[in-house]
């Protein structure tokens, strides 16, 4: 199967930038999409933002804030998290739907990383 490793979750101010990186390696076969998902405590996980060859989608509450981007040839996403806010506190999870044959589509997360944002 596919494993995904988060990387770059950490402590910051209000209003300071983090960028959150996730490689993925094993049986993959054709990406259909990549993306980040977030969830705070007490809270259900959320999506935060997509990225697939033809279009990117972020939630609302990180439009403007925050960009998605993908290195293909090394089967890795990114997520550059700048002007964060205390409501940005929440561990991150990477997510990776692969298509393996036509019609049959996989979906796998990482064991997330954690960003906290507090003064």
């Known amino acids: 199967q596919v494993q995904l490793v988060e990387s770059g979750g950490a402590l910051v101010q209000p209003g300071g930038s983090l960028r959150l990186s996730c490689a993925a390696s094993?049986?993959?076969?054709?990406?259909?999409?990549m993306g980040w998902y977030r969830q705070a405590p007490g809270k259900q996980r959320e999506l935060v933002a997509t990225?697939?060859?033809?279009?990117?989608n972020y939630a609302d509450s990180v439009k403007g804030r925050f960009t998605i981007s993908a290195d293909k040839a090394k089967n890795t996403v990114y997520l550059q998290m700048n002007s964060l806010k205390p409501e940005d506190t929440a561990v991150y999870y990477c997510?990776?739907?692969?298509?393996?044959?036509?019609?049959?589509?996989?979906?796998?997360w990482g064991q997330g990383t954690q960003v906290t944002v507090s003064s």
């Open positions: 997510n990776v739907v692969d298509r393996k044959f036509p019609g049959v589509e996989y979906a796998y």
């Open positions: 990225i697939s060859s033809s279009n990117t």
């Open positions: 094993g049986r993959i076969i054709n990406i259909k999409s």
